[in-house]
């Protein structure tokens, strides 16, 4: 048995989109929890020119539903860029499972080898087959941006931890016999 | 052709540190060029209760190094956690890098029904197999600590980009000829 493309992709990004919302979730309890204005929140930022937070979760989502779309030949939706509360990201998230899960697995038949080409930044092109797509592009991206979110809240004080972020793992946590 | 338990995890790994590598070095410049004692970015953190940049780096090694070892059936080696410079940081990224490297491609052969099990935390164990163990702790948990020592140094003004954390898709980027 080897993963498929399939197995390498989806559970994956579903797993960890499902623990980012949880994690905005906690953003919420806490903004709510000490009065802050939750735009300051998705407005947070690590540093004066990267991007928000609102920016990093809208990126994860989209390296989902593009690798979704890229991988098994068809167009990336578009989602408009303008949430400006936390439920909002939470809604994209939704939304952007809806589309992962609504990919079947055979559709991923054959992905490895799929020429994969987009518009970077004009003039830039990428220009990969699937494997590399995923492999080298897609994953690296996606946990860049879920980690920078989390990191985001982590550093404003929200009460999150790696159990929020490894929360898919727990299935294989038990406590020993002693 | 699916992707195989080793080109899942070895060939990540090595280019994700190599990319950390090379954004401690841009690190280091940047202390350098403002007479910052570097000792200081090493102890940089997003969050006082939060692991600062050193651990961060340790930890990202120590998922490399444990996933071949546990992988192919052999007990993880251990390093020290000593490190007090950014050039002993990068120190441990090639001793990371040699080690990963020197567990040849056939090792990963039925590593995904490997059971892989270790003691987390006392009283808690992981118990998985070797794809659930690679797919849901192993690559999570790399990117985390890679991401987060990136989003650390990012945060103390080092100038590096997203063409740092993705300098191993070079290959793929090319010129439009319009």
Redo the contacts between chains.
């Keep these: 048995?080897?993963?498929?493309?399939y197995?390498?992709a989806v559970?994956?990004s579903i797993?960890?989109m499902n623990n980012l919302a949880t994690i905005l979730e906690k953003g919420a309890a806490h903004a709510e929890a000490r009065k802050l204005d939750p735009a300051v929140l998705i407005q947070g930022r690590?540093?004066p020119d990267?991007f928000p937070l609102a920016r990093q979760v809208q990126i994860a989502c989209d390296q989902a539903k593009s690798a979704a779309a890229r991988l098994t030949g068809q167009e990336p939706p578009k989602f408009e860029d303008n949430e400006r509360t936390l439920d909002e990201l939470k809604t994209r998230i939704r939304r952007t499972l809806d589309y992962v899960g609504g990919v079947s697995s055979s559709a991923y038949q054959g992905a490895?080898?799929r020429r994969v080409g987009f518009?970077?930044m004009?003039?830039?092109?990428?220009?990969?087959d699937g494997?590399?797509y995923l492999?080298?592009?897609v994953?690296?991206?996606f946990?860049?941006h879920v980690?920078?979110a989390?990191?985001i809240l982590?550093?404003q004080?929200v009460q999150i931890g790696?159990q929020d972020?490894?929360a898919?793992?727990g299935y294989?946590?038990?406590?020993?016999a002693?």
Tied chains: 1, 2.
């Design positions: 048995m080897k993963l498929s493309m197995d390498a559970p994956v797993r960890a690590l540093f990267m490895e080898n518009l970077l004009d003039p830039y092109v990428l220009d990969m494997m590399q492999r080298d592009w994953l690296p991206n946990y860049f980690v920078t989390y990191d982590r550093s004080g790696k972020y490894l898919h793992a294989a946590i038990r406590r020993t002693s």
